[in-house]
């Protein structure tokens, strides 16, 4: 039995070198069909000895797996989005903002790397193996791939040379040109409707069911970032090192540069050449190369401030405007929206187009019949540029924003100092009720499963929804009458609904819809107030005076509140169980750490910094990305920014050390 496993395990070993000679470094050794038969004599082993079955053997690579629906799981980090821009002036003045941190004196090197237009993807390895994959979702929490992503040739199911333990690393998910083109040849021959483009075309790939087809697609893997703790990197260059090293698929593109000029030069040089590239990318991502200078600068709540991700204009065409359309958003908004000549641009066909707003409209003088320059806004969201001034529509056609709701005919209001005209029915306008409802049940709200938008839609058309809070009251024998649902779906529904009521107050909040409180405001102002009733009651001037809430902000929730609608609305949701308070965790409060404000930054031996910040949590101290005035204290580890430790300096702000820190731990409360 042992010669067996032997024998399993070194072809094992075998198969996975001649893949990542095959794939990684483009220079195999050994033919496809001498390939194909050790993976075909491997196969027969596992399945005579499944005693011996490993999950990340390459005969994994051919798929079998089945997956009925993705678990969604959290992210061990966070997968930030990145700023962009498509002007270099703007990236001059985030240097200047980078120097603001770091000081004027401080040497900044940068890592220039192409921005791949593909599906972001995580992976976890442990031990050296690929132990899960999880799409970005929205950053906090992702579907888990695992099954699927094993399929593809270019990520490593087991790793090569001295790795950390564990550790994370992201990349991007394409479809090269020549793959999709093929796979599109094939879909016409046999007369189904052509894939409009590789990114979205790899994007679906990944949620397929079946791995076995997800193994039949040309699916690529460039990996780009490392996140964990202890790996033995201190700059982003060597991070990418290291990672080839490992055998990772990383591309030889990337440049360190120690100058703002010299990102400059890599921008202008791939500007043509990223044409004849085999995959689409959309821009140039500029890191700052040093790990610590990265760690001293941050983040914001969407994106690291080290960053920046510099855009290539879009790709322009014109054609013929056909009609305006105008759609109600659920807070009101109505967006003017272009219906074209359907045109090709980037792979796409555009048949609609954003106008943003009655002065958009007004700047163009647009006319029904004009001919317009389309571009896709960072290549994803079609809009109008411009207008050809030589094929212009009829003067009498010239469009004239209109001052009644498309929906429910009430009149428009537009608030000195916004750019949107709003329908001023919240209450019964049917678009505002259905996307307020659809916002509620979404994935970053209260995440009902069972429940999509478009039942959302059917439900409120048949009477049964009005409101966020009917929801709770709908019954079996309303919904299964209605056409398309079926027994199961309409129990699936109901349990999803049902185990709504254990969702944390922050989601419940978000999900209320108040205007300007996205899910990060939504968070603090639930960890701020604890609970709706006492939000409910908050000033103008208390609200302003929390962390990160401004006048807008602070004046919506005062507004929204006030509505005795929305005042019967909570009522009812309270009535019916779900969470309308923060769960105090009981915390063993420390007498020096409660309410002080720390800063903490560098590498520590006997903690991460995580783990350090979760303890300053726990013991009452709170958290800040920076020193300011307002700091108590900055735990300073090796590795520390001149900059932060300056500026604490500067303000008399306490400096402790691990040691110090450790000690001002064991003082008694």
């Not at 201190?234 to 540069?257: C, I």
């Not at 306008?429 to 996307?435: A, E, S, V």
């Not at 709200?445 to 409101?467: F, H, P, Q, R, W």
Request: aromatic letters at 8%; glycine letters at 8%.
């Amino acid at each position: 039995m042992e010669e067996i496993k032997n024998q399993i395990e070194s072809l094992r070993e075998e198969l996975h070198d001649h893949n990542y000679r095959y794939y990684i470094l483009d220079d195999p050794i050994i033919s496809d069909y001498e390939f194909d038969q050790r993976l075909k004599k491997l196969q027969n082993l596992e399945e005579q000895y499944p005693n011996f079955a490993d999950p990340n053997s390459p005969s994994q690579r051919v798929g079998g797996g089945v997956t009925k629906s993705f678990e969604t799981v959290p992210h061990k980090y966070p997968m930030y989005s990145l700023s962009n821009t498509y002007s270099k002036e703007e990236l001059i003045q985030w240097e200047e903002r980078l120097r603001k941190t770091l000081g004027e004196e401080a040497r900044i090197d940068y890592t220039c790397e192409l921005k791949f237009d593909g599906a972001s993807i995580s992976l976890s390895y442990e031990k050296g193996a690929l132990i899960k994959a999880i799409t970005r979702g929205d950053g906090v929490q992702g579907d888990n791939i695992t099954t699927n992503v094993k399929t593809i040739k270019t990520i490593p199911l087991k790793l090569k040379g001295n790795y950390p333990a564990f550790f994370e690393i992201r990349g991007e998910i394409l479809l090269p040109w020549e793959g999709f083109n093929k796979m599109n040849e094939e879909r016409a021959a046999l007369g189904e409707p052509l894939y409009r483009n590789p990114r979205n075309t790899a994007s679906g790939s990944l949620k397929l069911q079946d791995s076995r087809v997800v193994a039949q697609r040309p699916l690529s893997c460039f990996l780009y970032s490392l996140a964990g703790e202890n790996l033995s990197v201190s700059t982003q260059f060597e991070a990418l090192q290291k990672a080839r090293e490992w055998g990772f698929k990383v591309p030889d593109s990337a440049q360190l540069v120690d100058s703002i000029d010299a990102v400059f030069d890599f921008i202008t040089s791939w500007e043509e050449k990223r044409k004849s590239l085999p995959y689409e990318i959309d821009g140039i991502v500029i890191k700052v190369n040093s790990l610590f200078q990265q760690e001293e600068l941050g983040f914001t709540a969407k994106a690291p401030r080290w960053a920046m991700a510099y855009k290539y204009k879009a790709e322009q065409a014109s054609t013929c405007l056909n009609g305006i359309h105008y759609q109600v958003g659920r807070t009101g908004a109505i967006t003017p929206v272009a219906q074209l000549e359907p045109v090709l641009i980037s792979g796409t066909t555009v048949k609609r187009a954003s106008l943003h707003n009655a002065d958009q409209i007004e700047k163009l003088d647009i006319r029904i019949g004009d001919t317009v320059y389309v571009e896709k806004g960072g290549e994803i969201i079609p809009k109008i540029t411009g207008v050809d001034t030589q094929n212009r529509g009829h003067s009498e056609d010239r469009v004239v924003f209109i001052e009644n709701c498309p929906e429910c005919f009430s009149p428009l209001k537009r608030e000195k100092g916004e750019a949107q005209h709003y329908c001023i029915n919240e209450l019964s306008c049917p678009p505002q009720q259905i996307g307020k409802i659809q916002h509620f049940i979404g994935r970053k709200a209260m995440d009902i499963e069972g429940l999509g938008g478009e039942t959302v839609c059917l439900l409120y058309k048949e009477g049964l929804l009005s409101n966020i809070a009917d929801l709770y009251d709908l019954k079996k024998e309303q919904i299964l009458p209605i056409e398309r649902m079926a027994e199961k779906s309409v129990a699936n529904l109901l349990e999803g609904i049902e185990k709504s009521k254990a969702k944390p107050f922050a989601k419940v909040l978000f999900g209320l819809g108040i205007r300007y409180v996205g899910e990060t405001v939504a968070k603090k102002l639930a960890k701020e107030f604890k609970s709706i009733d006492r939000l409910a009651e908050a000033s103008l001037e208390s609200l302003i005076h929390t962390e990160e809430i401004g006048d807008r902000i602070a004046q919506s929730v005062v507004t929204y509140f006030a509505s005795p609608q929305n005042q019967l609305q909570i009522e009812a949701l309270k009535n019916h169980g779900l969470q309308m308070e923060s769960i105090q965790i009981e915390q063993d409060f420390h007498e020096a750490f409660v309410g002080k404000k720390f800063v903490v930054s560098g590498v520590f031996e006997t903690f991460s910094r995580e783990e350090l910040k979760v303890e300053i949590e726990y013991l009452g101290g709170k958290i800040a990305s920076s020193v300011s005035s307002k700091t108590d204290y900055l735990v300073a580890g090796e590795g520390m920014g001149p900059s932060k430790k300056e500026k604490a300096e500067k303000l008399g702000v306490v400096i402790l050390d691990e040691k110090s820190y450790l000690a001002f731990k064991q003082k008694p409360s």
